[in-house]
């Protein structure tokens, strides 16, 4: 189909409709989610959810690493903070029923399920290091750095660099040796590997899925991530994880008394 007139252009892209491709969001998403995409290695994606959403990010090929930065929707100042996660719950190895914590000492997100390794540790990658090491680290280039695909997500909620703190990772695992201290990468859970995540207050969700920046295999390897989101309810003063730790409930605390402050149940 010729392209080269305006009719000829407008025809061509809409004779593309219905198309689909293997990583893609699917609008609208499938019965009874709010979300439903699939994020190609070296891509990113971003979403604002409600309070209570469970998201579910899955690794189908077993090579995928998924970095997340988490914000208070509205709220760039209040955003996860890793240090404090770890400080406070007393454990650099997230799972489930660990809470992500933001640098208010509120909870954005508990994790209610993991069969993934998560990394508290060593970030995501950044353009210096990845045009070092692979040759190109620029988003639209063959081995995209973190960093650089954060800048876009954020960018499309009003969040500027300046915002973008450490991230978590999840998929790829990396371990602090007891006896020299070094980080070693410990690699993937494998094929099908999932963790969901509970969202504890309304949140910007930032992921971006690259090679993970210790891997240390030659070239940039990633895969495609799946990710869901669906309704659901945050965590009640009832929940045998509210109560888990004395930390986690004093955090849940703050997280009820600026939610109620704000009017939000």
């Not at 070094?182 to 590997?193: I, K, Q």
């Not at 949140?203 to 309704?231: F, G």
């Not at 888990?244 to 009820?256: C, D, I, K, M, V």
């Amino acid at each position: 189909m010729a392209t080269a007139t305006t009719h000829g252009a407008r025809d061509h892209a809409r004779a593309q409709a219905g198309t689909t491709v293997e990583t893609m969001p699917r609008v609208p998403a499938p019965a009874g989610l709010t979300w439903s995409e699939t994020v190609a290695g070296g891509n990113y994606t971003h979403r604002a959810l409600a309070r209570g959403t469970g998201l579910t990010l899955t690794d189908p090929a077993g090579d995928a690493c998924a970095h997340l930065l988490l914000f208070a929707t509205g709220r760039p100042w209040e955003r996860l903070n890793v240090a404090d996660t770890v400080k406070v719950l007393w454990n650099a190895y997230p799972g489930t029923g660990h809470l992500l914590l933001s640098d208010q000492g509120r909870v954005l997100a508990s994790i209610t399920a993991s069969a993934a390794p998560a990394d508290t540790m060593c970030g995501t990658s950044t353009l210096l290091r990845n045009t070092a090491r692979y040759g190109d680290g620029s988003p639209q280039g063959h081995a995209p750095a973190g960093r650089e695909l954060f800048k876009l997500a954020a960018a499309k909620h009003g969040l500027e660099p300046r915002d973008l703190g450490p991230s978590i990772s999840f998929f790829q695992g990396v371990r602090v040796d007891p006896g020299t201290g070094r980080l070693e990468f410990t690699g993937s859970a494998g094929p099908g590997a999932s963790v969901t995540l509970r969202a504890e207050m309304p949140l910007t969700v930032l992921v971006a899925n690259t090679a993970h920046p210790i891997d240390p295999r030659e070239d940039y390897v990633c895969t495609a991530l799946e990710v869901e989101a669906a309704p659901g309810a945050p965590t009640a003063p009832g929940d045998p994880l509210w109560t888990a730790t004395p930390e986690g409930e004093r955090a849940f605390l703050n997280t009820a008394d600026d939610l109620a402050a704000r009017g939000i149940q």
